[in-house]
């Protein structure tokens, strides 16, 4: 308070009214932190209110609702049918957990795949090496999602790259396009930047004094990879783990164009209740499951440190 | 559900616009003898692709009915737009066969007389008054173009060569079978059981009572260990079908005719049991603001002409029997390959999409409709 009143007076020359309003306004806010603060967010936090919490809101109103069978229109009766719907119905159930499952295998197979390589990149890499490594790592984010999930149609297909080679090679053929496994390939190379950047981030923290004193102390190198790089490491992957499998969780477009025949996703269901159905209550009543799985998920990984992370 | 055929018509586009917009102008004086004057304007809810200006643009030439065109992407949308705002915002909609019912019993669309329509005597007996826009012998629309779902299969790895739809629950071709991913698919296999099981009583295979729903979903979960993948697009199953994916499947003759041009051995057919299809129908609402030129519009694209230039733009078949001639002179062949000039007992196999409702006709209202149907194929699908 003190020093913002001398610079008050002490700079406040004889000049034009402007400046000196200006910086009485200055001092006002410097005086007043939290009015500095509020409207230094006023925006962020208005958008986040009435746009992002408010749709969340409707959303969820509006899965207690119900729609009329012959005239489709939404009928504004309170109930918990399509909540009761959700939770009784097998068939909904095993969807929420193929999505999940997958969304795990996904996560999984991206921390083995994305821990070696972010690794290399930070640690052994020279700094051109590294910087070329990163160019590729986004490189395919460079493209459109559609056409890399084509792509990957095309590879997998039963006449398509995979198998060609596979013939080529004298090696049996395999059937895994329009499958689960297909998709769970696709999602991992698709979502695997998102693991490797915070990962990468992660390792590069880790200051080098920490492995010399490991080393110092007589502990080898896999002991050291063991009790000092990856416990430092953990908070990066959990944060690449929110990305992945959040991420996985939420797509459709992937199910719809690579799954097979039993390889819906909350997403499809969810797509398929609003765009042919026209039932948004109970596409809203679905949309809360991915929404309860991520809100546990993100409390786990705040438990182990990964916001510190991103 | 219609929104399924966007690919089909983007890929027509490119290859039949071209040689469409030469073909040559044939008179049509006297489409317009029963009408007064236009009111000037036009406004229509169309799928896309009904209303091209290769067929507008001469319309607006000689009727003086400016046209504004809004289009929707799903049957759902349609219907919604029609109601908007009490509905009378627009003049017309070019609905599908799952949609027209729920217009005519909302009472959106009014009648229309078909004699004023020069060229409804023309049209296939069967679309003249179809039970998708003719109800208790009122007419809520005047027929437009139609499709049907054919069984379509590869002649070198599917043989005998199939004539029933059981072929499609064959585990013979387990992991080789591709269907549409489509609730109204339903209607397909309640087509197949309707022959195969006489006891379940099947009549319509869009009205359907507890028990006859329950063997027909019960026939379809049979069938999903067998599917390789429910298509939602057309070019999806064209690329199944080239890749070696699928063997065989439910299409739609775009299809057929797409993948013999790309040299893929393949056929298709109508089954013995009959196939379902879609008509659609330009219907105009009740509180439509120009009644007159909505039904200009009609008489308009009965016209051979705009028939024949419209399937072949869209990839469907023309309801005026005198298109087919004309599709011709388009694309060599192509009347023979949309079954322009089948004869009457074709069309009569068909069984065109409609509605289900809990309405059964029989004066019980115990059937399932298009909610159940919806939550039925999820299930289905797992």
């Known amino acids: ?310 | 559900m219609r929104r399924f055929r966007i690919a089909a018509f983007v890929a027509l586009t490119v290859a039949l616009a071209v040689p469409a917009a030469g073909a040559g102008e044939a008179s049509n004086s006297g489409v317009f003898a029963k009408f007064g004057k236009g009111e000037g304007q036009l406004t229509m809810i169309a799928w896309e692709g009904y209303a091209q200006d290769q067929w507008v643009k001469p319309f607006v030439q000689q009727t003086g009915c400016k046209v504004k065109r809004t289009y929707a992407g799903s049957s759902d949308q349609m219907v919604t737009l029609m109601r908007k705002g009490g509905g009378g915002q627009y003049d017309l909609v070019s609905a599908s066969g799952d949609a027209s019912l729920r217009l005519i019993y909302g009472d959106d669309v009014a009648t229309v007389d078909p004699s004023k329509i020069p060229d409804y005597k023309n049209f296939f007996q069967t679309f003249q008054s179809p039970p998708n826009n003719t109800v208790d012998g009122k007419h809520y629309g005047i027929s437009l173009q139609w499709g049907p779902n054919t069984l379509l299969y590869n002649t070198k790895k599917v043989k005998p060569a199939p004539n029933s739809w059981a072929a499609l629950y064959d585990s013979k071709y387990k992991g080789k079978v591709t269907v549409p991913d489509n609730p109204i698919q339903i209607a397909d296999a309640a087509l197949y059981l309707s022959k195969k099981q006489p006891s379940l009583g099947i009549k319509d295979p869009y009205e359907l009572n507890q028990k006859q729903f329950d063997a027909v979903v019960a026939l379809l979960k049979k069938q999903r260990p067998l599917v390789k993948k429910y298509w939602a697009l057309a070019g999806d199953e064209i690329s199944l079908f080239k890749n070696g994916d699928a063997v065989i499947g439910a299409s739609w003759p775009y299809q057929t005719n797409t993948l013999r041009a790309a040299k893929v051995p393949v056929r298709d057919l109508i089954p013995r049991e009959g196939a379902t299809g879609w008509l659609d129908t330009w219907m105009m609402s009740s509180k439509a603001k120009h009644p007159t030129c909505a039904q200009m519009w009609m008489a308009w694209v009965s016209t051979p002409k705009v028939q024949a230039q419209q399937a072949i733009y869209f990839g469907e078949t023309p309801v005026n029997r005198k298109a087919c001639a004309l599709m011709n002179k388009i694309t060599k062949g192509s009347c023979a390959q949309y079954h322009a000039n089948a004869p009457e007992s074709y069309y009569r196999s068909i069984k065109f999409w409609k509605t289900p409702i809990a309405d059964c006709g029989n004066g019980q209202k115990n059937c399932m409709d298009y909610t159940k149907w919806q939550q039925a194929w999820t299930q289905i699908k797992g």
């Open chain 1, 1 to 310: 308070m003190a020093a913002g009143l001398d610079a008050d007076q002490g700079l406040a020359a004889p000049s034009e009214a402007a400046p000196r309003a200006r910086r009485r306004l200055g001092s006002f806010l410097w005086r007043h932190r939290w009015l500095r603060a509020l409207a230094l967010l006023a925006l962020p936090v208005g958008a986040f209110l009435f746009v992002y919490l408010a749709a969340l809101g409707a959303l969820f109103v509006s899965a207690f609702w119900s729609v009329d069978p012959f005239t489709s229109e939404v009928v504004r009766t309170w109930g918990l049918d399509n909540f009761r719907q959700v939770w009784e119905s097998e068939v909904y159930r095993r969807i929420a957990f193929r999505t999940v499952g997958i969304a795990a295998a996904v996560t999984v197979t991206d921390a083995l795949i994305a821990f070696p390589f972010a690794y290399f990149m930070a640690r052994i890499a020279s700094p051109r090496t590294r910087a070329l490594l990163f160019v590729l790592v986004m490189l395919p984010l460079w493209s459109s999602y559609l056409v890399r999930v084509y792509a990957w149609r095309l590879i997998l297909a039963h006449d398509g790259a995979l198998n060609w080679s596979l013939a080529k090679l004298q090696l049996p053929t395999v059937g895994v396009g329009y499958s689960n496994t297909a998709m769970w390939i696709v999602f991992s190379y698709i979502w695997l930047p998102f693991m490797i950047l915070p990962v990468y981030a992660a390792l590069e923290r880790i200051p080098h004094s920490y492995l010399e004193a490991s080393r110092d102390l007589g502990a080898r190198g896999w002991t050291t990879l063991r009790r000092v790089v990856l416990p430092l490491a953990l908070p990066g992957v959990v944060a690449g783990s929110i990305f992945t499998f959040s991420l996985t969780l939420g797509d459709y477009v992937t199910p719809a164009l690579v799954g097979g025949a039993g390889s819906q996703f909350i997403g499809n269901v969810v797509f398929e209740s609003v765009g042919i159905a026209n039932n948004v209550p109970f596409a809203a009543a679905y949309a809360t499951v991915p929404l309860l799985i991520m809100g546990v998920y993100l409390v786990v990984a705040r438990r182990l440190g990964a916001f510190e992370a991103l």
